[in-house]
């Protein structure tokens, strides 16, 4: 009942408490996006070190919000807990999370500001939302992935085909007027800015 009326972080310890890790990993996956986006990182980092160690080291979502969370306070920390979470979704065929996951390492890798030249391995990953066969489920992620292969392509390839394509998707999502996070609207506006700027 608390889960189901907004309020999953007095259900999270009940969920536990009553041996039920299933709800309690729902929880994660239904709130990290909007907690994260708040800047209340800590909370999901938290709630997925209470459930058990080898339900997360095996669950690439999991793995990937728990790097995603770390990102804007250590980047080179979610980075390898992304490049693990890799590891599961590539294990899993999961396509969606693979591209989450790389989103989040050129994420990383901007904000650390250091070496762009780790971002190569991961814009094959990125180059999946360009298919015609592959849509991502929310707007949000689609924001996340287009961003995120744009900052790609700009550091690292500028002179990649579908470049433009990726520039046009960003700012036909970045006006939509679907509901976005404040933060995948940020994360969009500031990657087109500096692709803007460095064309």
């Not at 095996?58 to 804007?72: D, E, K, M, N, Q």
């Not at 979610?78 to 065929?93: C, F, M, N, S, T």
């Not at 790389?102 to 391995?121: C, K, M, S, T, W």
Request: charged content about 20%.
């Amino acid at each position: 009942l608390l889960a189901t009326d907004g309020q999953p972080e007095v259900a999270m310890p009940l969920f536990l408490a009553s041996g039920d890790p299933d709800a309690a990993e729902a929880i994660v996956h239904a709130h990290a996006a909007a907690l994260i986006g708040q800047g209340r990182w800590k909370v999901v980092v938290d709630w997925i070190d209470v459930l058990p160690a080898t339900r997360t080291e095996s669950s690439p979502w999991l793995l990937h919000w728990l790097g995603t969370a770390r990102i804007g306070v250590d980047p080179p920390a979610a980075r390898e807990i992304l490049a693990r979470a890799q590891v599961q979704a590539v294990r899993r065929g999961d396509t969606r999370c693979q591209v989450q996951i790389a989103a989040g390492v050129v994420e990383a890798l901007f904000l650390e500001y250091n070496q762009f030249r780790p971002i190569d391995p991961w814009i094959p990953v990125l180059e999946t939302i360009l298919r015609d066969d592959f849509a991502a489920p929310t707007l949000e992620e689609e924001l996340r992935a287009q961003s995120a292969l744009l900052v790609a392509l700009t550091y690292r390839m500028p002179d990649h085909p579908g470049i433009d394509r990726c520039v046009e998707r960003v700012r036909a999502l970045l006006r939509t007027e679907s509901p976005l996070s404040p933060t995948e609207v940020s994360v969009g506006s500031n990657y087109f800015e500096v692709q803007g700027q460095l064309r």
